[in-house]
């Protein structure tokens, strides 16, 4: 029966939900909850009273038919098409109140206007509160397990050790490296690794792979910190989004008359214009000191100017960037590309570290990066728009670089939040004098899933007044088109094991995961286009 063990009621259903209990959900939704994206489980029952605060192991079936179980009553052991993916703690069991609430609780519960699991006028769904996480290490095979109640199940599982007998992502990682009252994220200084003996840059090395083999943030500075560099781009980023709506669209690509069909970056895009632009808005470019004309004398021409090069770097006449008026808006390039210049040269520090981690040639990283497709974000956050900014995800990049505006005028709390190896959300705090870096999947890939691409989400800021602003700069270190995103050599065989992930190339890969956004949205599984694009993220071992 779909929704089988129907009329069980006080003390028989409280001696079935004493032991081990697992929760089935059909993939991908088992997925999507254990690593952030669905924070609200949804039924047409209420969670029992007994489960709510404990660990309910999440047990994903195969992806079928709304309203059909194909799991029976009673399951044995090491049955093909189960298994447990990790636990979840439920918090509270709630009903929605009417229809307004359900849908404004979209970006949480995540079900679809058209799915039959959907708002129904006259029958009640219950939100299922997520409160903490654990992914395990690997998916275990499903134990001997009886349904108790609907979708929930009785699983027979030695009491001692519960929970903790499967190696989770938290237990396979041990004690954080570095923690204090500011949270998870230490600050490494590279000058050492930038001017100092070999004994040092080791040691900059060591706490750079000791912080990011438990997570992948971090944040970054140096002696001769760049001050002035980041203050004029957040300056410059501050007068373009003042600017009036119809001229920030004057300065996007969508405005200009183009003679080729060759790129030209983004530019302006306004809040929800986007899967990635809710309520915020944002202006990106890709390669800002990129010249056609220079391209076509230069020996790299092919590359630049070829057929998949035209993907990725403008043919002349057509722009590269739509860049904003300089009369209108004084020095905004000018800061823009010194900040650009700045991030750069700090993706090539990071490149030639992040190849000591991986115990590979300092130039085999730098050569796959020194044509770079990378793409730099100014983001702007408005108060007292709600719902959410960007679903839980991870970078489709090398590594990202990120500065938060801290002047006076920046508004609010913190909008980023990352999900730490404990299964909380963690907010991540914008700080003067550094760099924030958080990995990417394309590391996940290189170091064969020893350096991991944390999961991470934006959310509205609060704490300011109604229509104050918050304001980032966001760099996403890509490779070259043509680079591999494949497990590096020297990060797989004897030692290491196989290679989790297939050989990939920059673009196929970067199309894969992107390509489901580009379906029109009446067409559109967003939902299985974040789990694709998450892909390798949620890639276990």
């Not at 952030?36 to 038919?65: D, M, N, Q």
């Not at 999961?455 to 304001?471: L, N, W």
Request: charged fraction near 25%; aromatic fraction near 10%.
């Amino acid at each position: 029966p779909a929704e089988g063990g129907g009329g069980v009621k006080g003390g028989a259903l409280a001696e079935r939900l004493r032991g081990p209990i697992g929760l089935e959900m059909q993939a991908p939704w088992a997925a999507l909850l254990l690593w952030g994206y669905k924070t609200v489980e949804t039924r047409l029952y209420p969670l029992p009273a007994e489960l709510l605060g404990r660990e309910v192991f999440i047990v994903e079936s195969a992806e079928g038919c709304a309203g059909v179980s194909a799991v029976s009553d009673e399951v044995a052991a090491g049955t093909p098409g189960l298994r447990i993916l990790g636990t979840a703690v439920f918090s509270a069991t709630d009903p929605y109140a009417d229809r307004t609430s359900w849908e404004a609780d979209e970006y949480r519960h995540r079900v679809p206007p058209t799915s039959p699991y959907g708002w129904k006028d006259g029958r009640l769904i219950y939100g299922w509160e997520v409160s903490t996480v654990r992914p395990f290490a690997e998916p275990a095979p499903v134990p001997a397990m009886r349904r108790a109640v609907r979708s929930i199940f009785s699983l027979e599982l030695p009491e001692e050790g519960g929970a903790s007998r499967f190696p989770t992502l938290k237990s396979r990682l041990g004690s954080p490296p570095r923690a204090d009252a500011a949270g998870s994220i230490p600050t490494i200084n590279l000058s050492p690794f930038v001017h100092g003996t070999p004994e040092e840059q080791q040691r900059v090395v060591d706490a750079v792979r000791e912080q990011c083999e438990y997570i992948g943030f971090l944040r970054v500075t140096w002696d001769d910190f760049p001050f002035e560099t980041v203050a004029a781009a957040q300056d410059a980023a501050r007068r373009l989004f003042n600017c009036s709506e119809q001229e920030k669209h004057r300065w996007s690509k969508s405005s200009i008359k183009k003679e080729t069909s060759s790129y030209t970056s983004t530019g302006y895009r306004g809040s929800g214009s986007t899967e990635n632009n809710k309520n915020r808005e944002s202006w990106s470019c890709t390669s800002p000191d990129y010249s056609p004309l220079a391209a076509a004398w230069g020996p790299d021409k092919e590359y630049f100017l070829g057929e998949r090069g035209q993907q990725h770097f403008a043919l002349d006449p057509d722009p590269q960037v739509p860049w904003p008026d300089e009369a209108r808006l004084p020095g905004f390039r000018a800061a823009v590309c010194e900040y650009h210049a700045e991030v750069e040269e700090l993706g090539k520090v990071l490149l030639r570290i992040f190849a000591r981690v991986l115990k590979c040639e300092e130039e085999e990283l730098l050569g796959m990066a020194d044509k770079h497709v990378s793409a730099m974000n100014l983001f702007s956050f408005t108060m007292g728009e709600g719902g959410e900014v960007l679903p839980a995800h991870a970078d489709v990049s090398a590594f990202t670089i990120l500065s938060h505006d801290t002047s006076a005028l920046a508004a609010g709390s913190a909008s980023l939040q990352m999900l730490t190896p404990d299964g909380v959300w963690e907010e991540v705090h914008g700080q003067p004098g550094c760099f924030l870096v958080n990995l990417g999947q394309i590391m996940q890939r290189w170091s064969n899933g020893r350096l991991r691409a944390t999961v991470h989400r934006v959310v509205p800021p609060k704490g300011g007044e109604d229509g104050a602003k918050r304001q980032s700069i966001t760099f996403f270190q890509l490779l070259n088109y043509d680079a591999s995103v494949s497990v590096l050599p020297e990060c797989c065989g004897a030692e290491h094991g196989p290679a989790k992930y297939e050989p990939q190339s920059v673009a196929d890969w970067t199309e894969n995961r992107l390509s489901g956004f580009y379906v029109p949205p009446e067409k559109r599984d967003i939902n299985k286009c974040w789990f694709n694009y998450n892909a390798d993220a949620y890639v276990v071992e």
